[in-house]
């Protein structure tokens, strides 16, 4: 491998675990074909819209994280 390559491992290894996964994301993305999405992903970016389509049309309840888990823990005890 070149001098360059390694250098670019190392720095990559030095980002935060947010960055890494960015840079992990597009390389692997990179490897794709130009076009080419599986079944699953573009089911999956489908619905991703969808959902964030109903969030921001206001059409579904959006409900902060603690409060959801409070929630699941009083219907588990009832």
Same mark, same amino acid.
């Given at each position: 491998?070149? %001098?360059? %390559? =390694?250098?670019?491992? $190392?720095?990559?290894?030095?980002?935060?675990a947010d960055q890494r996964a960015l840079v992990a994301d597009a390389?692997? /993305?990179?490897? $794709?074909? /130009?076009?080419e999405m599986s079944e699953v992903?573009?089911? =999956?970016?489908? /619905?991703? %819209?969808?959902?964030?389509?109903?969030?921001?049309?206001? %059409?579904? /309840?959006?409900?902060?994280?603690? #409060?959801?888990?409070? $929630?699941?823990?009083?219907?588990?005890? #009832?």
């Amino acid at each position: 491998m070149a %001098t360059d %390559t =390694w250098a670019l491992i $190392r720095d990559a290894l030095a980002l935060d675990a947010d960055q890494r996964a960015l840079v992990a994301d597009a390389l692997l /993305e990179s490897l $794709r074909d /130009e076009g080419e999405m599986s079944e699953v992903d573009a089911a =999956w970016q489908a /619905e991703a %819209t969808r959902r964030l389509a109903d969030a921001r049309g206001g %059409t579904v /309840e959006l409900v902060d994280a603690d #409060e959801h888990y409070a $929630r699941l823990r009083a219907a588990l005890i #009832e």
